[in-house]
């Protein structure tokens, strides 16, 4: 901190400067709170107050080497991302995504409807942007239509539009989502939220190729592509009556299925590459996975997905200080913390876990889900983002819920 000719300081900005990516331990013997919180600004990787024992120095520089070795194994990484992007900039070489890559380059090259069928949080819009972007319409609009998140009594408007003085409040004429993708593509989220009566509009839409904007007699001819997308079973939504046959098999001449991340755990490591590169570069600062975060990722099932991969690691990006992110840094679930400490528990009480004490993973996810909401004062949609499900599927599990508390 005190070096002749030029403070300790000055010396490690320069040191950044001229070599950003050199490691640099500050140890003076006038260290300060205030001296230290300088030095790690100014990108010290660590700060050292003499005297300091031998030991003590060997387990820094053992860090540092950790953290040499996972920077120079994340940079490699992102180079494989880079080279291994597939289709439409969509991240994974597992062979179920490669097959996938086959059936989108064959869709994006057709007309015809596309259904898309995936769980929630695999990437079903991406796919579907893949498709249209991909194909002789890419400069057309692309226009994605969330079914589950409209309110019922506008769906209609918002699809076909309106002419003035259709219905309270409109005070002027206007054109509905499938006319203003005119020679584009409008792609149909959660279509299995479609209400039964707007189906048949739909249906005579895609079937007619026209519409007819509520509260009009005229009908007006459109031009568009249809992709839709569903999480839901469709086939048995049909039997169930909750959706129309004829629209189904209008919808599926093509479809394709989107693989759970847990159907291809190998993507996982690019995955994590591709989020913590693009997080990096937009805050400027570079942080990287320890071995055991990263078993931690593998091990985990992820039920929501890539959405819910993406948001464990913007949390943890955010809420981790160091450049390493560390296992303990990931939320619990993620980290398998509560099996770890009931384990711990377990063996300090001299007993073992009977099949008393497992707690199904439906009832998990269900406290998970009901806990979130209650600690965002009951602000569903953040619940639904900080958990990493879509909006639709957290309404659908608390109706679910409702309904098993009804019924008991």
């Known amino acids: 901190m005190r070096l002749p000719g030029a403070g300790g300081l000055d010396a490690l ?41 031998v030991d003590e120095l060997k387990m820094l520089l053992e860090r540092v080497s950790t953290h040499l070795k996972l920077k120079s194994e994340n940079r490699m990484l992102r180079e494989k991302v880079k080279s291994k992007q597939g289709f439409g900039g969509i ?43 991909s194909g002789p319409f890419r400069d ?54 479609l209400p039964v009566d707007l189906q048949a509009k739909m249906l005579r839409a895609i079937q007619e190729k026209e519409i007819r904007p509520v509260g009009s007699t005229r009908r007006v001819p459109i031009n568009v592509r249809i992709l839709a997308a569903t999480n839901r079973d469709l086939e048995h939504a049909v039997t169930q009556g909750e959706f129309r046959r004829d629209l189904y098999f209008r919808l599926n001449v093509l479809s394709l299925r989107i693989p759970a991340l847990r159907e291809r755990r190998q993507d996982i490591p690019l995955l994590i590459a591709y989020f913590l590169e693009r ?85 998990l996810e269900k406290q998970t889900i009901l806990s979130a909401i209650t600690e965002l004062n009951g602000d569903k949609l953040q619940a639904a983002r900080l958990l990493g499900i879509g909006k639709t599927t957290l309404y659908r599990k608390l109706k679910d819920y409702a309904a098993q508390e009804y019924s008991a």
């Open 279 to 363: 997080m990096a570069r937009a805050s400027s600062q570079e942080k990287t996975l320890s071995d055991d975060a990263l078993k931690a990722m593998l091990a985990y099932d992820w039920p929501g997905n890539i959405r819910e991969l993406e948001n464990c690691l913007e949390r943890t990006y955010a809420f981790t200080s160091g450049p390493l992110i560390n296992t303990t840094d990931l939320p619990r679930e993620v980290a398998n913390l509560p099996a770890l400490e009931a384990s711990q528990s377990a063996i300090g009480n001299g007993s073992s876990m009977g099949r008393g004490k497992i707690i199904p993973i439906a009832e």
């Open 13 to 53: 900005r320069r040191i950044k400067e001229r070599r950003p990516e050199a490691v640099v331990i500050v140890v003076t013997g006038y260290g300060t709170v205030q001296s230290a919180v300088q030095a790690m600004k100014n990108g010290a990787y660590d700060f050292v107050t003499k005297p300091f024992s």
């Open 91 to 133: 991240v994974g070489r597992a062979p179920e995504m490669e097959k996938l890559y086959r059936i989108i380059a064959k869709a994006a090259n057709s007309v015809h409807p596309v259904l898309i069928l995936g769980e929630s949080g695999t990437g079903k819009e991406m796919v579907a942007r893949s498709i249209h972007y």
């Open 140 to 193: 057309k609009p692309f226009i994605p239509v969330d079914c589950g998140s409209l309110v019922p009594t506008l769906i209609e408007s918002e699809l076909f539009g309106h002419v003035k003085g259709a219905f309270t409040g409109a005070n002027q004429a206007k054109d509905g989502l499938l006319a203003m993708a005119e020679g584009g593509t409008v792609f149909l989220d959660e279509v299995g939220e």
